[in-house]
């Protein structure tokens, strides 16, 4: 067994959703039929409906800004391993 830290991608933040169980349910048979979890479905999905938005300077600081967030998590993570 690794000693390794699970450690997420610095590009990517973990959020909480609230959905109805049919929602779910649904979800988990078309990742079931298409080989894939129900995650890398949805976030599929959520990733085509803002393809189109145009990417703005203010995205882009917000990008920054999770990406920040999601190394100093990362940092503090390793502190507290140690």
Known sequence: MSNKLSM???DKTE???NI????LARYEKR?????????????????DHVKNDPF?????HRVDELYE???QKRIA??????
């Open 56 to 60: 703005t300077p203010e995205i882009k």
């Open 20 to 23: 109805l169980n049919a929602t």
């Open 15 to 17: 959020k909480k959703l």
């Open 31 to 47: 990742a079931e039929a298409a080989g894939i979890p129900v995650a890398t479905l949805m976030n599929a999905i959520l990733d």
């Open 77 to 82: 993570k390793k502190a507290r391993a140690k």
């Open 8 to 10: 997420p991608a610095l």
């Open 69 to 71: 967030i999601s190394l």
